[in-house]
């Protein structure tokens, strides 16, 4: 699963002087202030697909832990308070991915590398800025192109095929949630399995499920074997992302060994500027914080991909 992990820094960029001409660029068409956003979505057909396994895999847990395991358990106490607690979890998981994958990542405007753009960020005479060549942006401080989101993003750590987008500044909150959510129930279910396999011994397979003895057999192996792979891999995309928010660090930045050119963030400036400010609170891991019900009506934008109205 590691593998699909894909980093993509594959911009051709050059320093662009105060004054020089550009030829061939036309200005971005603009949002006006108290237009509508609008939802991020990358048709990257890998990252669809992937999405969809994620999401289909976690509704296979869902099932083999309510209806093998909790809901033929002869204690109600236990079915209901392990049920409430797995699929609330599972709904958290879902929405943060949700949000990781439809959250604009901190994408550079397309196009905006313009000689009037540039007039107006009234720069000294002689200091250099940088254009990516392959969006015609004016690329920020520790921004990276993406080949897959054809976007520049600012603090671009990776492009991951299992939320269909880059985590960058942006998402990046909601692409840790989801990896701690999934580690949590994943954990959980690999519990749910071992009490339940204890319980299954004991009155030898013949009350433990509705099931037969062959089926729940191979649909518990399967949500071990499942359980185990999604924890051990989740488990290190969070403490090594919570890593890189503590040291102020991009996966990009470290796999290039890039020496800091900006002044790096306290950890835990750096935990507030992800999760949102302000002092710990059930904000910072509450992916539904700040949420805004889209309208979907397709509109045109200048944005990467499909989008939609909020």
Not at 28 to 51: M, N, Q, S
Not at 140 to 147: D, K, L, V
Not at 187 to 196: I, N
Request: glycine share 6%; net charge positive.
């Amino acid at each position: 699963m590691s593998s699909g992990h894909r980093l993509r820094d594959v911009e051709q960029q050059r320093p662009l002087l105060v004054g020089e001409e550009e030829q061939g660029v036309k200005e971005v068409e603009r949002i006006p202030l108290g237009e509508t956003k609008r939802l991020w979505f990358i048709p990257d057909c890998c990252g669809i697909v992937c999405a969809f396994i994620t999401w289909f895999l976690v509704f296979y847990a869902d099932f083999v832990v309510t209806f093998v395991m909790l809901l033929p358990s002869r204690s109600f106490w236990y079915a209901v308070i392990n049920g409430v607690l797995f699929n609330s979890l599972a709904v958290l998981a879902l929405a943060s991915h949700l949000r990781a994958m439809l959250t604009d990542p901190g994408a550079v405007p397309k196009g905006n590398a313009t000689k009037k753009y540039v007039e107006s960020l009234q720069l000294k005479p002689g200091e250099i800025i940088y254009k990516c060549a392959k969006c015609c942006s004016i690329k920020p401080e520790r921004a990276h192109h993406c080949s897959i989101c054809k976007r520049c993003i600012r603090k671009m750590d990776h492009h991951c095929p299992w939320v269909n987008n880059c985590v960058g500044e942006k998402n990046q909150r909601f692409f840790v949630l989801f990896t701690m959510y999934i580690a949590v129930i994943s954990s959980h279910a690999l519990a749910l399995c071992g009490y339940q396999f204890i319980t299954c011994v004991k009155v030898q397979w013949s009350e433990c499920s509705d099931f037969s003895p062959p089926v729940t057999m191979l649909l518990m192996i399967f949500l071990c074997m499942e359980s185990l792979l999604f924890f051990t891999f989740t488990a290190v995309m969070f403490s090594t992302q919570l890593h890189s928010i503590c040291n102020d660090e991009t996966e990009i930045e470290r796999l290039k060994n890039e020496k800091p050119t900006w002044e790096r963030q306290t950890r835990w400036a750096g935990l507030r500027s992800v999760f949102g400010g302000g002092p710990p609170s059930l904000r910072w891991i509450n992916p539904f914080a700040g949420l805004k019900l889209p309208t979907l009506l397709p509109r045109r934008s200048w944005r990467g991909g499909a989008e939609f109205s909020v």
